[in-house]
C-alpha cells in the first residue's frame, strides 16, 4: 500500500524507479517491446504469442528484482544504528 501512495505523480514515478533493481526491469521490459516491434515488421508471422513474452519475461525478470529489493531493504535496515533511548 505504501508503494502504491509512493506512485502518485511525477515526483513518486521518480522515487519508483529511482531503485536500480526497478530501472532494469522497466529498462528490459521496455527493450523487449522495442525489439518485438522490429521483429513483427519486419516478418508479421513471428511473434505470435507475444503476449506471453510479455508475462514471461515480466515473471523471470521480478524475482530477482524483487529479491534484490528485500535484500537491499534488509541490508540498509540491519547497517542504520538503532536509535538511542
Same mark, same amino acid.
Given at each position: +500500500?505504501? +508503494?502504491? @501512495?509512493?506512485?502518485?505523480?511525477? $515526483?513518486?514515478?521518480?522515487?519508483?524507479?529511482?531503485?536500480?533493481? !526497478?530501472?532494469?526491469?522497466?529498462?528490459?521490459?521496455?527493450?523487449?517491446?522495442?525489439?518485438?516491434?522490429?521483429?513483427?515488421?519486419?516478418?508479421?508471422?513471428?511473434?505470435?504469442? !507475444?503476449?506471453? $513474452?510479455f508475462v514471461?519475461?515480466?515473471? @523471470? %525478470?521480478?524475482?530477482? @528484482?524483487?529479491?534484490?529489493?528485500?535484500?537491499?531493504? %534488509?541490508?540498509?535496515r540491519m547497517?542504520?544504528?538503532?536509535?538511542? $533511548?
Amino acid at each position: +500500500m505504501r +508503494m502504491l @501512495v509512493q506512485l502518485r505523480g511525477a $515526483e513518486g514515478a521518480a522515487q519508483f524507479l529511482h531503485n536500480p533493481a !526497478w530501472s532494469i526491469w522497466v529498462g528490459t521490459l521496455v527493450t523487449h517491446a522495442i525489439l518485438l516491434i522490429k521483429d513483427v515488421i519486419a516478418d508479421k508471422t513471428t511473434h505470435n504469442v !507475444w503476449p506471453f $513474452e510479455f508475462v514471461f519475461w515480466g515473471v @523471470v %525478470l521480478a524475482v530477482p @528484482v524483487f529479491l534484490g529489493i528485500l535484500l537491499t531493504a %534488509l541490508i540498509a535496515r540491519m547497517r542504520k544504528p538503532a536509535a538511542l $533511548e
